[in-house]
């Protein structure tokens, strides 16, 4: 903008005035605001508003949510590290006022020494600004401390307060208020689990090699579900063209573009996967000579000298379809665990011939217990036919993505046989684990020596005086190759046995295989996969 005003000085025929000087609602000083401008299709709250804008109106609406939504979390990480910091300087000075040799410490009186007048009233000022910024976001059931929830445990308490149709539309809208959020009334020890929830041994044990998510520290996450869709299948249903080059940078590269009144919307296929790109016509221009060459050049300067070629065949569009729904991850197998009290062994967890009724509830909760022997749905590999891995199973769809569970309990036990290979077969090849803790000692890692494994969820059961369990508390753990994933574990990480449970269980699941997917071990094989599908594609039609 400086240098748009310094511009203007020097060339009196173009004029430019400098962008208007705003006042900052919080400070009172001036300052030139970076905030997006909003979107001129306002807020989308229906199917049908949706369906009277145009695709450039949508794209832009959605890029203005994004930047929205990126500045939001930023804010409450920052906030929230500064509310750390105080509580630090808490604690410090009331060490130092306790170690004091003038000062003799009465009985129930350590409350009144933590109400220093200054941070005191620092603290309550920044509390009361979050609390009024951020009340939208933050659900009722969990205000009991002042922590960040991710945008990603938003989105999943708005899908189960709205449909799923006005959901897809407009999840990321951040025009939502609190009466619109569903308030869990069914915590009946949440506030004493919330003051004890810090003095509980952790959960799991550290770890060379390992990365653990307790809820103590915010980190960065990366929604992998919002990426993981069928773009071919859904935005290039109507008039495109296809072209194929060989001399990329990937080698083989396949690109599908459509068009809309304003842009190209450009499918980008190679071996490290599949991107979108917008591009303005006026960049490109009318001629067809150097259309490709203009095209991609606006993409990268290295595709604008590729050779590329214009299939015209109708066939493509179907192998493109085909090749899609094969890369396309919606089917997951993932590992239940379950260990007792004391077991501290592989060996012992894999002999459990029986889990506990909070476990056999917890199984409830993840999906429907089904037969195997003559199942036609995904079997993860798990046999259908001869029951030689067991009669039952737990499978659940969520959303457009379809689970079997391995549950180490279910698999058939074999007594002449102390480490259960048969079962360690199955889990130990899952990528994803999960580990139910009936038992007070945490988990390690370690624990279970497999090369797959990558993102271990650990879930234990909390109990009431009355021995009833009423909550779960759930850590995770990633090999350190694995990049973080949402939605992030919240601070305290103690969640009801009700569907909001549910909902960010599944999601965490699902992330968490497709995070892994991008880590070393798996990266090369699959970059391999489709590298080989992809040249199959180009010799067939070029």
């Given at each position: 903008e400086n240098q748009g005003v310094k511009d203007s000085q020097q060339s009196p025929r173009s004029p430019r005035r400098p962008a208007p000087v705003r006042k900052s609602v919080a400070t009172g000083s001036s300052s030139k605001s970076n905030t997006p401008r909003s979107p001129r299709t306002g807020i989308i709250t229906s199917p049908a508003q949706l369906e009277k804008l145009s695709t450039e109106q949508i794209f832009e609406y959605i890029q203005s949510l994004h930047h929205q939504?990126?500045?939001?979390?930023?804010?409450?990480?920052?906030?929230?590290?500064?509310?750390?910091?105080?509580q630090q300087t808490?604690?410090?000075?009331?060490?130092?006022?306790?170690?004091?040799?003038?000062?003799?410490?009465?009985?129930?009186?350590?409350?009144?020494?933590?109400?220093?007048?200054?941070?005191?009233?620092?603290?309550?000022?920044?509390?009361?600004?979050?609390?009024?910024?951020?009340?939208?976001?933050?659900?009722?059931?969990?205000?009991v401390q002042h922590r960040s929830i991710s945008y990603d445990d938003f989105r999943g308490i708005i899908c189960e307060s709205e449909s799923e149709e006005t959901y897809n539309?407009?999840?990321?809208?951040?025009?939502?208020?609190?009466?619109?959020?569903?308030?869990?009334?069914?915590?009946?020890?949440?506030?004493?689990?919330?003051?004890?929830?810090?003095?509980?041994?952790?959960?799991?044990?550290?770890?060379?090699?390992?990365?653990?998510?307790?809820?103590?520290?915010p980190g960065d996450s990366v929604d992998f579900m919002a990426t993981n869709k069928l773009y071919y299948q859904t935005y290039f249903k109507g008039e495109h063209i296809n072209m194929i080059s060989r001399d990329t940078q990937w080698k083989t590269a396949i690109a599908s573009i459509a068009k809309d009144t304003f842009h190209y919307r450009i499918l980008l296929r190679s071996k490290v996967g599949d991107s979108i790109h917008l591009v303005e016509k006026s960049k490109v221009g009318k001629g067809l000579r150097s259309f490709a060459r203009k095209l991609f050049k606006n993409i990268s300067p290295a595709l604008a000298s590729c050779k590329w070629t214009t299939v015209a065949d109708e066939n493509l569009r179907s192998d493109l379809l085909k090749f899609e729904e094969q890369m396309f991850?919606?089917?997951?197998?993932?590992?239940?665990?379950?260990?007792?009290?004391?077991?501290?062994?592989?060996?012992?967890?894999?002999?459990?011939?029986?889990?506990?009724?909070?476990?056999?509830?917890?199984?409830?909760?993840?999906?429907?217990?089904?037969?195997?022997?003559?199942?036609?749905?995904?079997?993860?590999?798990?046999?259908?036919?001869?029951?030689?891995?067991?009669t039952h199973s737990i499978h659940s769809k969520y959303q457009d993505y379809e689970i079997m569970f391995h549950v180490s309990t279910m698999l058939p036990f074999y007594p002449a046989d102390p480490q259960q290979v048969e079962r360690k077969r199955h889990l130990g090849n899952?990528?994803?684990?999960?580990?139910?803790?009936?038992?007070?000692?945490?988990?390690?890692?370690?624990?279970?020596?497999?090369?797959?494994?990558?993102?271990?969820?650990?879930?234990?059961?909390?109990?009431?005086?009355?021995?009833?369990?009423?909550?779960?508390?759930?850590?995770?753990?990633?090999?350190?190759?694995?990049?973080?994933?949402?939605?992030?574990?919240?601070?305290?990480?103690?969640?009801?046995?009700?569907?909001?449970?549910?909902?960010?269980?599944?999601?965490?699941?699902?992330?968490?295989?497709?995070?892994?997917?991008?880590?070393?071990?798996?990266?090369?094989?699959?970059?391999?996969?489709?590298?080989?599908?992809?040249?199959?594609?180009a010799k067939k039609y070029t």
């Open positions: 939504i990126v500045q939001l979390e930023g804010s409450i990480i920052e906030k929230d590290s500064t509310i750390t910091k105080l808490y604690r410090t000075r009331l060490e130092e006022i306790k170690k004091s040799p003038r000062l003799v410490m009465q009985e129930n009186s350590e409350d009144d020494f933590e109400n220093d007048p200054v941070l005191e009233e620092q603290l309550s000022k920044l509390l009361n600004e979050e609390e009024q910024s951020l009340t939208f976001i933050r659900p009722p059931h969990l205000r539309v407009s999840c990321t809208s951040l025009s939502v208020s609190a009466d619109q959020v569903t308030t869990n009334t069914s915590y009946p020890h949440l506030e004493e689990l919330m003051r004890e929830w810090e003095t509980l041994p952790d959960l799991i044990l550290s770890c060379g090699g390992f990365d653990i998510e307790s809820g103590y520290f991850h919606h089917k997951f197998k993932v590992g239940v665990l379950y260990a007792k009290e004391g077991q501290r062994s592989e060996e012992e967890m894999f002999c459990n011939q029986s889990g506990s009724p909070d476990f056999e509830e917890f199984l409830e909760l993840l999906g429907e217990r089904v037969e195997l022997e003559g199942w036609n749905g995904f079997a993860g590999g798990l046999d259908t036919k001869t029951k030689t891995t067991g899952d990528i994803v684990l999960i580990v139910f803790l009936d038992s007070r000692s945490p988990y390690k890692p370690t624990i279970i020596s497999s090369n797959f494994i990558h993102s271990t969820i650990v879930v234990q059961p909390l109990r009431d005086t009355d021995g009833n369990t009423t909550h779960f508390r759930v850590w995770c753990v990633n090999k350190d190759t694995v990049q973080g994933f949402a939605p992030l574990i919240p601070k305290p990480p103690i969640f009801a046995k009700d569907k909001l449970f549910r909902d960010f269980l599944f999601r965490k699941i699902i992330n968490a295989e497709l995070a892994c997917y991008k880590s070393e071990q798996f990266v090369q094989k699959l970059q391999n996969t489709r590298e080989a599908y992809l040249n199959d594609i």
